[in-house]
DNA sequence: TTTGTTTCTTGATGCCGGTCAAGTTTTTAT
DNA sequence: ATAAAAACTTGACCGGCATCAAGAAACAAA
């Protein structure tokens, strides 16, 4: 598996799901690997969107920033996730700024060829729309939920979601509190506050090396 | 209202817009019609999502309501514009609410009619992943403004924008203060003394019948 | 280790904007 | 038209959370 090396990036990829082995081994020979250490950029807003990108193995964050200069966390994507989609189909640029934050090896592919796929086989189509249908679901969530519940709702409910979609009690946070800060819409200082108070209540157990251990998801999610 | 079944719904939208006419024909034949007063549901939370709507006339907002009641309006749909396509290829229930704003007519399409006519048609495929791009995009960028940004900030760039889109220096708010509050995640009291303050330092006239003037966009951009 | 750097925590302070309430204007209905 | 209801405005209050600042802890490099 060297030369052979073949769908290490697509076969991750659930877009690509239904392929065969040998259209799997066409896409891959047309995809351009990278790889970016931590804190490199993958893409900055402005950029030409001309490719789509994907995820084969570590983290980054994608972001926007506000006219006012804050950071918004968007996705963080994970090994197997694409992005670029959004404007594959329009000649337009990127709005957002993507950062590895750990070492991530990312395939990308160039529109033309993506087009050209989408026609060849059409379950990608499909899938594409399956993923935007997904991120849409999502982000009407996060934009309801920062613009009418409070900090602490929010923290609570990422920290049950996220145990939960783990299957587990206990977990390490992904994210720097910084980072978690702007996914949730607010500050590192706000986040410490509310564990430290949501650890004084008994809801949680905060262990070193950001691990957090969830006592009652019940009464989390209850909190307004 | 549709007197001549014509192609009256389908002729409206973009997404069917390379077909000929005898092809829309075929769509308009399977479509469904149906016609609500202000204030009437188009359809709730957790109903199933089998039907793509398409509004052929009218307005109809579409919200979420969060954990703690509160109201956040995330589209408003207008003539030509569709909604239930986050979920046509899942078997999933809507997360919104959608409502009449004004008589409003909707013509919709069963979910695998739909996928039958993707399918003839690619070309619909494709219209649909731009509208997808197009709304992903608008919903990253509400995000992070209400997430970000302050609601001075927003209102005024609401106000801007909608002045553009318009191409026009004076127009009639198209919402209720309600519903234009559940919009930029505040509250109507907050709008109105806002506007008010707009007003005061002359950055905007308000006129009789919801009608603001934009003395000085530049200015309202720059505000933080 | 030791040193420097980044991240995290905790405290003090202030303000934006949400809430409640009362009055006014606009819209709808009769 | 007048009456009733809905929408809007303005004021008073105050709480959640951002900001600024300083110290502690965790991490990285040499």
Redesign the pocket.
Known sequence: MSAHATHECVQLVPIFQELAADQLDTIESIVQHHHYLPGETLFNADDPLDTLMIVSGGQAKVYQLAANG?EQLLYLLQTGDIDGEAALFENKRRTSYGEALVPTDVCSIRREDFQTLMQKYPSISINVLNVFGKRLTQLERQTTSTAT??????LANYLTETAASLKVTAFK?P???????TFL????????????RFEQVGLIT?K???IIQINDADQLLLIE
């Open positions: 804050r519940e409070s900090v602490e709702a929010r946070l994210l720097k509190k910084k980072d978690l800060a819409g607010t500050t590192p200082e706000t986040i410490s506050r509310k564990l430290t905060q070193p090396g950001k």
